[in-house]
């Protein structure tokens, strides 16, 4: 576990849910990847993520589903291609990426509360 933060540190993050609009591999990267655009609502728009997220999911079987991402970090340039929010996951017992998700639809560009 990490050190203890304030609540006013939590509320900076900026965890919004989006829908997968699109996903391609992403061969310039590093490590294996996609290349994501995410639905995020009309207060936010679509945005870019770079994923690592191969091992568990293809690109068809993203475009609908809603994940999870950071949408306050600044932008980051991987590659070629300019990652605009961080989608968020957790590590399975071989080190591969599960996406985090809701389980009941939520409107694009909910907030995490």
């Not at 933060?5 to 990847?33: H, L, N, Y």
């Amino acid at each position: 576990m990490t050190a203890t933060i304030a609540w006013d540190d939590f509320e900076k993050v900026d965890i919004r849910c989006g829908t997968v609009v699109a996903a391609e591999q992403f061969p310039e990267a590093r490590k294996p990847a996609y290349r994501l655009r995410i639905d995020f609502g009309p207060e936010i728009g679509e945005k870019k993520s770079s994923a690592q997220i191969t091992v568990h999911y293809s690109p068809d079987e993203l475009i609908g589903r809603q994940v999870m991402a950071v949408v306050n970090f600044p932008p980051r340039q991987i590659g070629p291609f300019i990652s605009e929010v961080l989608t968020l996951g957790f590590m399975d017992a071989e080190g591969a990426v599960v996406l985090a998700g809701v389980d009941h639809p939520v409107p694009n560009g909910a907030r995490l509360m």
